[in-house]
Every structure is written in C-alpha cells, then in structure tokens.
C-alpha cells in the first residue's frame, strides 16, 4: 500500500509532474509549478518541499504564521503533518522536489533516536530555509528518481529516510532536541546478526528496518553504526555481497545474465549489469570472458 499524501489535492490544475517515486512510507515528487495559489487543507503527512529553479516570492499561511519570502535554487520549507494551510502559492513558475514522510516517522525517531517522549516531537512549519545540509539529504533522493529501482537502492533510501527524519528533529522541532550522550554501540554479536541476515537473504529485498532489528537498535543508528564499523554502509555492503555470488556464477556457468542477476538480487538485467561494473571495473560479460579464457 502506498503512502497517502495531500499532494495531488494541494497540487490539482497548479503544477505539472515531472518525475514520482512511490512507495509506503515515502514519497518523492519533481514538480514544475505554476504561477498562482495551490488549494488550501490539511498536510495528511510532513511535505518537504526544495526549490531546484526559478526564482519568485512565495506566500505560506498555517498555524498563526505567515511567511513571504523571495524563494531561489536551494531553499527548503517544511509543513508538518496535520498542519492546516490557509494559504501558499508563488508568482513565477518554479521547479522544486517535494518529499513527503509518514504522520508517525518523527515521533517513532524521537523515541528510538533521541530517547524524547514521541508526544512531545513536533516539527515547526518554517518556509524559506537555507540549510546546505538538509538540502544536500534532499539531492540524494533526488537521484532515485528516474532510476531503476534495484532492491539495494530501496535498503539506501531506508537509511535516507531515518537520517533525514532524525536530522528534522534535531534542527526543525518546536523544541529543539540535543542528541544523548548514550549512543548505542554494534558490539560483536550485534554485528554478527547483521552479517547473517544479510548472507541469508542477500538475494531478497532486505530492509534497513529488518537489519535494525537484527542489531536492536533504531534504523538511523544502524546505519551510521554499520558504516563505522565496517566502512561501507548498509546498502553497499549488500551490493558487494551480491557481485560476489554473481561472479562464483559467471565463473562456473553458462547461466543467462537475466537468471543470474535474479538469483542474487537484482531486479533487472540493467541494474545488475551497472552495480556490476560500478564494483569491478568490468561488464558482466566483460568479466565471464576473462575467467573463462
């Protein structure tokens, strides 16, 4: 099941789509927008939305609030869920990536990343910030978009996801939050779970959520956790472990490419053939070629 969002109420006769990735919990969207007011509602879920080009002043009316700004390429406005906006619109055309998040993934990172009280974990309906940071997170989804989606691509934007989603808290919430002291650690046999899941079912669509549970701790932290300890993160680390079975099948059999991407993960011959040279240096059949002489 999809994630629903306000987007194409909000949005209806304002905008053109360019470009959409959808999935349960996430939902990212390139859109040109017209000149114009968007219709007025409630944000079903938390919309983040970055300006890529154009320049133009923009209204944002919600919460007692209201913003007008002059609005250009790397700006970032956020509308939580649950806000009722009065009004928004712009007076010149614009291109901007919209990315929208569950109602509870904040208050699930507030408990699990911050040890915070999830009642207490509200994000501010702010417009027209300039947060390098939080900007950069958004040009990683950006890059999803358009791309076939490989099931190691879906492990990475899991992580995305929890970064982005602690970072908000952090940064955006009405009461700021301070990261603990207590960090949990990947100890030994927390790794060794990780490592096992992942070596039964490599070849599966792994989420980071699965992995997380493995080790007992919040997505956020395993993937900043796994990279640490052992210098890749998540979804690489994956990647690797399916180039490495592909190439025993390169080497000791005539399979087809499409078989042997299938039977190590990979959702297409494509993504298999590209994660493939992206690791070695060679086309799969580059790489059968020279094992076999």
């Known amino acids: 099941m999809k994630l629903s969002t306000h987007s194409d109420r909000k949005y209806q006769g304002t905008t053109d789509l360019i ?30 939305v970055f300006v890529l080009a154009g320049r133009t002043y923009a209204l944002q009316s919600a ?40 109602p509870d993934l904040i208050e699930r990172s507030a408990a699990a990343d911050y040890d915070v009280d999830p009642a207490k974990a509200e994000l501010s309906y702010t417009g027209a ?37 602690a970072y908000l808290i952090e940064k955006y919430s ?52 796994f990279r640490a300890t052992i ?11 399916r180039v490495q079975e592909a190439q025993k099948w390169l080497e000791k059999s005539r399979l087809p490419m499409p078989e042997i991407a299938s039977m190590t993960g990979f959702a297409s011959s494509a993504g298999f053939a590209r994660v493939f040279r992206n690791l070695t240096g060679l086309s799969p059949r580059a790489y059968r070629a020279v094992r076999h002489g």
């Open 174 to 225: 009405v009461d700021r939050w301070v990261r603990s002291g207590r960090l949990p650690d990947l100890d030994g046999d927390r790794l060794e779970r990780v490592i096992d899941y992942i070596e039964a079912h490599f070849a599966d669509d792994i989420g980071l959520a699965e992995l997380a549970a493995q080790a007992s701790v919040s997505e956020y932290h395993l993937g900043r956790l």
């Open 231 to 241: 210098g890749v993160p998540p979804h690489r680390y994956v990647n690797f472990r």
């Open 19 to 48: 470009a959409s990735l959808h999935f349960s919990s996430l939902r990212i969207d390139r859109r040109r927008l017209k000149p114009g007011h968007h219709k007025p509602g409630v944000c079903q879920c938390h919309e983040l």
């Open 129 to 165: 910030l300039e947060d390098p940071k939080l900007y950069g997170i958004a040009m990683a989804f950006r890059e999803a978009l358009g791309q076939p989606m490989e099931p190691a691509e879906r492990l990475y934007l899991d992580g995305m996801q929890a970064a982005l989603a």
């Open 63 to 102: 919460n007692g609030m209201t913003h007008r700004n002059f609005i250009r390429p790397g700006i970032s406005c956020v509308c939580p869920a649950g806000t009722f906006e009065k009004a928004s619109g712009t007076t010149s055309p614009l291109e901007s990536l919209h990315i929208y998040l569950p």
